[in-house]
T-cell receptor
Framework: AAGVIQSPRHLIKEKRETATLKCYPI?????VYWYQQGPGQDPQFLIS???????DKGSIPDRFSAQQFSDYHSELNMSSLELGDSALYFC???????????FGQGTRLTVV | GESVGLHLPTLSVQEGDNSIINCAYS??????FIWYKQESGKGPQFIID?????DKRQGQRVTVLLNKTVKHLSLQIAATQPGDSAVYFC????????????FGSGTRLLVRP
């Protein structure tokens, strides 16, 4: 069965650079969630989209922005990167709220 | 703020025994809960879910119990296997924030051979 696809899997950026993470949800899923997970930490909710509209927002820095496109894929844009942004970034997708949310394998971002 | 937390950070069990992982949540308005398994460097893997109108749900070797009175959730794994070793998270979706899954602190399950 098709799963959530994230790209790239690994990304190395320098401080103050910009990064774009992509998420392709499971076919027919209309909801995308983004999470940040630091080493040994719980996944922290960043932002979610339903039917291409922003639905909920968590602890997402102003330097980050995201959107969901007409084909339901989503991109997380991160600017002015800081060392503390180094983490695993996951996206998940579901068919509406209150249904199973499945996660991708994540993008490991390293800021040097 | 609202949070979902776990009682024990690490649980060690003998292979073949049953495992019970607990979770306490604080948002009484939560309507939907999911248990995830996460192996090192991988994305959280969906295990089982339960809605607030249920108190028990069974899957393959796993059972989730929900006690709304005391706001407690548990995951029972029968006949624990070495492949079950991972970090387990419960996640909560509140009614007033239905597009946000809130994760609690994970429990690391170690299976002794």
């Amino acid at each position: 069965a098709a799963g959530v696809i994230q790209s790239p899997r690994h990304l190395i950026k320098e401080k103050r650079e910009t990064a774009t993470l992509k998420c392709y949800p499971i076919p027919r899923h209309d909801t995308v969630y983004w999470y940040q997970q630091g080493p040994g930490q719980d996944p922290q909710f960043l932002i979610s989209f339903y039917e291409k509209m922003q639905s909920d927002k968590g602890s997402i820095p102003d330097r980050f922005s995201a959107q969901q496109f007409s084909d339901y894929h989503s991109e997380l844009n991160m600017s002015s990167l800081e060392l503390g942004d180094s983490a695993l970034y996951f996206c998940a997708s579901s068919f509406g709220p209150f249904t199973e949310a499945f996660f991708g394998q994540g993008t490991r971002l390293t800021v040097v | 703020g609202e949070s979902v937390g776990l009682h024990l950070p690490t649980l060690s069990v003998q292979e073949g025994d049953n495992s019970i992982i607990n979770c306490a949540y604080s948002n009484s308005a939560s309507d939907y809960f999911i248990w995830y398994k996460q192996e090192s460097g991988k994305g959280p893997q969906f295990i089982i879910d339960i809605r607030s109108n249920m108190d028990k749900r069974q899957g393959q070797r796993v059972t989730v119990l929900l006690n709304k009175t005391v706001k407690h959730l548990s995951l029972q794994i029968a006949a624990t296997q070495p492949g079950d070793s991972a970090v387990y998270f419960c996640a909560e979706m509140p009614m007033d924030s239905s597009y946000k899954l809130i994760f609690g602190s994970g429990t690391r399950l170690l299976v002794r051979p």
